[in-house]
């Protein structure tokens, strides 16, 4: 009898659970990304980071902790951090913190410093960092997401209302509120993991089994030296047709051909912002996985939409069982943030331009970061050059930009 890991894990949480309102149970996703973290030697989260520019003396750093502390009290999953309870791994969501939750940082070279800070904070401190850096150019806000707790689309909500609270009135904490949103939350969670569960039966894992039967096992191993701060390289791709109103399948089709001319390439890995979950942060699908060896992943990636909420560890058990030679590691990590409905943010009457400065830490071999914006598609690929040479990294982004222009013919 098949016994998913979704269900195991629930039963352990509930011996240790006890009806404590401060522990939650990981998602898929949520578990992916704690067992990440558990094989770093220094225990780092893995940060989204948003950097937005305004003009110098423009921002009050008053009103943006006015507008920190309500949009933690409106996301539970933002005041949260991974730790274990009787040794199962959980979620466990601190009250607002008593101190201040915008940092001012001063350095010479603010890119760098802010860099810097959303990379080295401790794990244990929350999911959300704000960060402001003023010189005499201008005003530099750095936002950095725990992946643990937020996707992309998650990021643009909390900047939605990181914005509205800025300019709406002060007010105190509601704790009715509060543990409403917590409620919420819950259920939230609960009810991905009942999908996760459903979706852990065998036709769900002959499908994963037949997608990376044939997948290597990764060229960058996770034994690899300390990793530094990534290289960057930028491109641009002007889409049309299809691919510029839905350009996920073609960007992650691109991805696909990039690794494929490199032999023994593990799975692209991508996260998927879950409509049921639409509003609540920290509650995203499971990355999926596709195999970087098989042709036509605009069309097979259709097929993988039915099996969609398969957790990622139920993958790797899928792959374990058909002993492919693949167990787990990724080479390449796909994150596409649509900001076609989304205009930079406007704060004090004047629109924020957004910063993508290089100094961060590269969390996976190669990252490759798409922002859809119109008509426009910007790539960025960034790589470990402790892991991934310049020119691997520069053959990848050629290779994927050459596959996207041609999808706009």
Request: contains cysteine.
């Amino acid at each position: 009898m098949h016994r998913s890991i979704t269900r195991t894990y629930l039963k352990h949480y509930a011996n240790v659970h006890d009806g404590a309102a401060e522990l939650m149970p990981l998602t898929g996703a949520q578990r992916r990304f704690q067992h990440a973290r558990s094989t770093d030697p220094h225990d780092r989260a893995q940060i989204l980071p948003v950097f937005l520019e305004f003009p110098p003396g423009l921002l009050s750093a008053q009103r943006l902790e006015q507008a920190a502390r309500s949009v933690l009290l409106r996301h539970p999953a933002l005041r949260g951090a991974a730790d274990t309870a009787g040794g199962v791994p959980v979620l466990r969501i601190h009250p607002l913190p008593e101190g201040p939750v915008v940092r001012e940082i001063t350095a010479p070279d603010t890119d760098l410093a802010l860099s810097a800070a959303l990379d080295h904070r401790p794990t244990g401190s929350g999911a959300f960092r704000v960060l402001l850096a003023r010189d005499e150019r201008r005003d530099l806000l750095a936002i950095g997401f725990d992946h643990l707790v937020c996707d992309g689309e998650s990021t643009g909500l909390v900047l939605d209302e990181l914005v509205s609270e800025y300019h709406g009135p002060a007010g105190e904490p509601d704790s009715a509120a509060a543990a409403a949103t917590l409620h919420r939350y819950r259920e939230a969670v609960e009810q991905q993991l009942e999908k996760e569960h459903a979706a852990s039966g065998p036709e769900a894992l002959d499908h994963w089994t037949s997608r990376v039967r044939d997948a290597g096992p990764g060229l960058w191993g996770t034994d690899a030296p300390e990793p530094g701060t990534s290289a960057s390289i930028w491109q641009r791709v002007t889409l049309s047709g299809p691919a510029a109103l839905r350009p996920f399948p073609a960007v992650l089709d691109g991805c696909h051909q990039a690794l494929s001319r490199l032999a023994g390439t593990a799975p692209v890995a991508y996260t998927w912002g879950s409509q049921d979950g639409a509003g609540v942060v920290g509650c995203f699908i499971n990355t999926v996985l596709a195999n970087p060896q098989d042709e036509g992943v605009s069309e097979s990636w259709l097929d993988d939409l039915e099996f969609l909420d398969t957790p990622f560890d139920e993958v790797v058990r899928a792959a374990r069982a058909c002993q492919a030679p693949w167990t787990g590691h990724l080479d390449l990590v796909l994150t596409l943030i649509d900001r076609t409905r989304r205009p930079a943010p406007v704060l004090e009457g004047e629109p924020g331009r957004f910063r993508y400065p290089s100094g961060h830490r590269a969390h996976q071999p190669v990252v490759v970061s798409a922002l859809h914006d119109g008509g426009e598609l910007s790539l960025r690929v960034d790589h470990d050059p402790a892991l991934v040479s310049g020119a691997t990294a520069t053959a990848i982004a050629d290779v994927l930009c050459g596959s996207l222009a041609g999808t706009t013919q």
